[in-house]
């Protein structure tokens, strides 16, 4: 029985241990080779101390070593935390202390630039090194704050012979995935083995995954959408291909190379995608392709068909907290290519007034999802979880215990046959290349450069990323724009650094004080 998330692999090794389960440059690993590593990497944890509960971060690239050190913490007992390579080190320490990380696995040339940034992971007591033994004290080695491991060493210290299944069910913690929030720091949500195998099974299924599927992994494993390529491809025995995206012409040179079936991408990728020559071998295998993280404009939906005349194109909208929501039937897409679909698999989706009451076809009202794939909330903070994570309108009275679901924060409106359309967000979330940007998050970073006075920072419709970033400030004294662009590339992830900054001698403010992010709107993000 599949109850927790490594018996994905566990299930798999049995059933069909010589078939590829994840490839990753020149090195592959069937499924059995790979539930080996799992096992060894969970005995290792044990030899460390790590027991039923605890943290394991992982912050690598994507590689093999990362799928055995994610499925390895659970096979230990233990819950992961993927951190995504691209945030800057601020941003991972914010992550490791937040969680409350026992052990981090990462590489050398990621942990120098960290080590003044872990000051606050009080928690951390281990680091795993992949791709190099440890260095002697001084360099990435050992400290008076944690201990270093190198991979292979701790691979080796423990046979397979040794590893026993951990006491942990499938409400236990599996995952903190990290996420902007409307607040500032990204929160981290909780996601039990439930979740994540429930998901598994719902997207696997409406996309038809099957063993001989080969996924290419081109999104981040810290976006939920991104770790779906693994969960689903591990539930239907499918190939995983991962690939550390560098150019679009990498994409295209593995989809031929490896036969991709399936490739999920968001929208900027896609719009890069289909300006590149696909010759037959690179698109004439795949089965499906598929959008999240924001509508693909129609023009580039249209090119990706041409290009994929044989794939079924499946357009889906998601949220951290339930990992996927809805997604529009392939069979849809020309009647209603502005639609994010119906309900996923086992979920049902919910359109609803401020105060609970379900809102008829045709007004706008917020999505709430309900089902399996609800999160646990928010880690280490009950207020926010308070305010998103809320009892599911219209239950039956006689509930004793209300059942919790998930209110996104979007507004949708629903057509008469049932499908919805996205309409916007009740916050000022910027969403931006496929992440949820909190505007907070860039303005504080702004604030401690100590180059500005006043900072606010806005989303701009963008037809290639969704929205940019505006940034607009007050200069504290002799400060330059040059300079405070350059702090903000040094501190913030790519993904954040504002595509624009304006300065202005004031910044407007409502009648309560607080800065007029409306008006600034109208007048500079029209």
Request: with cysteine.
């Amino acid at each position: 029985m599949r109850s927790q998330l490594h018996h994905l692999v566990s299930g798999m090794a049995d059933r069909q241990p010589a078939a590829p389960a994840v490839s990753s440059q020149q090195v592959t690993r069937s499924y059995a080779e790979l539930w080996e590593e799992i096992r060894r990497f969970a005995t290792g944890l044990h030899r460390l101390g790590v027991r039923r509960a605890d943290r394991v971060a992982v912050y690598l690239d994507k590689r093999v070593e990362t799928v055995a050190a994610i499925f390895g913490a659970s096979a230990a007992g233990a819950a992961f935390v993927p951190v995504n390579p691209l945030l800057r080190a601020r941003q991972v320490g914010h992550v490791l202390a937040d969680s409350g990380a026992r052990v981090l696995v990462t590489s050398p040339e990621r942990l120098a630039p960290l080590r003044d940034a872990l000051d606050d992971a009080k928690g951390l007591e281990q680091v795993v090194l992949v791709g190099a033994e440890p260095a002697p004290a001084g360099g990435t080695g050992p400290t008076d704050r944690f201990a270093v491991a190198g991979w292979e060493a701790l691979l080796a210290a423990g046979g397979t012979d040794e590893f026993a299944e951990p006491a942990t069910i499938d409400a236990d913690l599996a995952a903190i995935f990290y996420t902007s929030g409307s607040t500032g720091r990204p929160k981290g949500v909780v996601l039990t083995h439930r979740n994540l195998l429930a998901g598994a099974e719902s997207v696997s299924g409406y996309l038809g995954n099957h063993p001989g599927d080969v996924i290419l992994a081109a999104l981040p494993l810290s976006f939920d959408a991104g770790f779906s390529q693994l969960t689903t491809g591990f539930h239907a025995g499918a190939h995983l291909v991962l690939v550390n995206y560098l150019l679009p012409k990498d994409v295209v040179r593995l989809c031929a190379e490896h036969r991709v079936t399936g490739l999920t991408c968001v929208p900027p990728l896609w719009l890069q995608l289909a300006e590149q020559d696909w010759p037959d071998g690179a698109s004439n295998h795949l089965r499906y392709f598929a959008n999240t993280g924001g509508r693909l404009p129609k023009t580039t939906l249209e090119r990706l068909r041409r290009i994929f005349p044989q794939a079924r194109p499946f357009l889906m909208y998601g949220l951290t907290e339930a990992f996927r929501s809805t997604y529009l039937d392939p069979a849809e897409v020309d009647r209603r290519p502005d639609s994010i679909g119906k309900a996923i698999p086992n979920v049902e989706i919910l359109v609803v007034r401020p105060d609970g009451t379900e809102c008829p076809p045709g007004e706008a009202g917020e999505l709430v999802h309900r089902g399996a794939l609800v999160a646990g909330g928010y880690w280490n903070d009950p207020e926010r979880t308070a305010e998103r994570f809320r009892p599911a309108p219209g239950r039956p009275e006689g509930l004793s215990r209300p059942e919790i679901a998930v209110w996104s924060g979007d507004m949708v409106v629903r057509d008469e046959a049932g499908f919805l359309y996205f309409v916007g967000r009740t916050d000022e979330m910027i969403k931006t290349s496929g992440y949820r940007v909190s505007p907070t998050e860039i303005e504080e970073v702004a604030y401690d450069t100590g180059l500005v006075r006043d900072a606010v920072a806005l989303g701009v419709d963008d037809p290639r990323i969704g929205q940019h970033v505006l940034l607009v400030v007050t200069l504290a004294g002799t400060a330059e724009v040059e300079q405070l662009r350059a702090e903000l590339l040094r501190q913030l992830p790519r993904y954040m650094v504002p595509q624009e900054i304006a300065v202005r001698p004031e910044l407007p403010r409502s009648p309560n004080g607080k800065f007029d992010r409306a008006r600034l709107r109208q007048e500079l993000a029209p």
